[in-house]
């Protein structure tokens, strides 16, 4: 895929992992590092109308029960009527209360939750790929997207809930301490027996939710990996093999989701037996009052209205397990995103005033040396030279640093010595984003997005017209394959839409490196996962389409390097 400029720069690298690059190493968090809201704007006002929603149907219970005990005494209907009303006006109350609270509250949390996709991915962007480590692209698809979402539902699942229990419990005790006030310890109890057990719900809920969410990352990132490679394993006789892995990571996790399901069984179980349990309490404890004259009707509405309390209660336990999952996933989002980038001023943006290296720089690299965890070199004493319509390959074994090279290049990494420059310009010495506004990468992984032809390739250079696009797909050999589509560049690519194959998909990125019109292209493994005559093909074309652009090519193979100007080839670092 091709980056253009920082803040359009990665979203596919963002996915992957440096291939040759040691887990990074670990760092704490700073103060400035991202943090979840703990309240979004306009929460606060939709839980107190929750709180009141939920107040007006234990208000309903308690009346009705009232307006029934006192009807089997037949007295004349005039004095009831005043309950009657109130009886409607809570019944009414109750459901347009909680569809304002529903609207209000879910609106809130999604106007949060929108706004903080865009901070991650802004905090993300400079991260990539040498913050990633060995998390695979299914892991951090799917860790970081549903991290984000229990953070921002936790909006309405946790704070409606707890503020709606202590609005209702407290119009509870109110309305028991002016009928009965030796009954106010029942409903405090209720209360207090029911954070008590959401606590310990929470507890178990809290201690498992590392593992569920590892078995979790461990299912997606297998079928992911099925999905993407499954032509390949079936063409070995790995399919099958392949498919145990899947198997083995949905057993372990439905192992870890029982094991963190019996904190919401607990929870879902006993919340019941605290309602009825006080209500049978409540019983007992107005009953010698009613002996002495308290009236009856008022002992059934004291009575109910722990029973009425079950509607709150009931919701604690979603309410904790929300809190847990929430909890978990602010905490891998910190850790994940409070990492310092490992090419400094990486979150800064392009600079109009940045020197300019000219329409056609050379690039020369000197003693160049790079670390990914700061420890142990991956790369050492690199020197290069391309000047414009050069194709230079990079060879060499497994940890030679052939992708931490390219990575420095492209300054998603920053190198510990040597030089680096663009024509006349020090590239060390610009910002991140300044340097790639001249470089077009593309790797072994094109991503395809869900959209039309035309758009796949807009986003290399949003200005390209319809003619400057089927140049570039021509120059890729694409051409044929564009005119035999029935929509032409407005056929729609992805998910929904027509399917590539793998030579197709590099020589879309190839595409949009050309389109970018950036003077030096950094290709990395763009031919690992084609077959030899393709390959052939398709490095033939971007050596005929290159032209005046310097290109650095990194492949363990061979396809390609008998059309290019030189091959540098590096050696393993000491101690890798």
Known sequence: ?????????????????????????????????????????????????????????????????????AASFRPQILTLLAVIVAVRAFGIARPVLRYVERVASHDAALAALAEDRGRVYDRLVPLTPARLGARGRGDVLTGVVDDLDDVAYAQVRVVVPFVALGITGLAAVLIDAVFLLPAVPVIVSTIVVTLLVGALDWWIEHRTQDAVV????????VAATLARDGAELAAIGAHAGAATWLDEAQRGLSR????????????????????????????????????????????????????????VIGAIPDAVGSLARAQG?????????????????????PNPDAPDPGPHPTVNARGLGASWDGHRPALTGADLDVAPGEVVGIVGPNGSGKSTLLATLARHLDPTHGTYHLGEVDALAQ???????????????VHVFASSLRENLRLARPDATDDEIHAALDLAG????????????????????????GGERAR???????????PVMLLDEPVAHLDHPTAVAVLGDLVTAAR????????????????ATRVVALEAAPGR
């Open 508 to 518: 879309l990125g190839i595409a949009r490196a050309l389109l970018s019109e950036r």
């Open 256 to 311: 870890a989701v029982r094991a963190q399901a019996w904190g919401r069984a607990v929870g879902v179980g006993l919340m019941p037996l605290v309602a009825v349990g006080h209500a049978v309490w409540m019983a007992f404890l107005v009953e010698p009052w009613v002996q002495v004259g308290f009236r009856t009707p008022l002992a059934a509405l004291l009575v109910l209205t722990p029973i009425a309390l079950g509607e």
């Open 478 to 501: 694409l051409g044929d394959l564009v005119a035999a589509f029935p929509d032409g560049l407005d056929e729609r690519l992805g998910s929904g839409g027509r399917g590539l194959s």
């Open 329 to 349: 996933a602010s905490a891998r989002l910190r850790a994940l995103l409070g990492q310092p980038p490992a090419a400094a001023h990486s979150d800064a943006p």
């Open 431 to 445: 910002t991140p984003a300044d340097v790639r506004t001249h470089l077009a990468i593309v790797d072994d992984e």
């Open 214 to 221: 590892t078995a979790r990352a461990r299912v997606a990132d």
């Open 1 to 69: 895929m091709t980056r253009h400029g920082s803040s359009a720069a990665t979203s596919e690298t963002a996915t992957t992992t440096a291939p040759e690059a040691d887990a990074p190493h670990e760092t704490s968090p700073s103060s400035t590092s991202w943090r979840p809201r703990r309240l979004v704007p306009g929460i606060l006002p939709a839980a107190v109308v929750g709180g009141l929603a939920l107040t007006s149907g234990v208000a309903l219970t308690a009346t009705s029960g009232w307006l029934i005990t």
């Open 548 to 563: 005046d652009r310097g290109v650095v090519l990194v492949t363990h193979r061979t396809e390609g390097l008998a059309d």
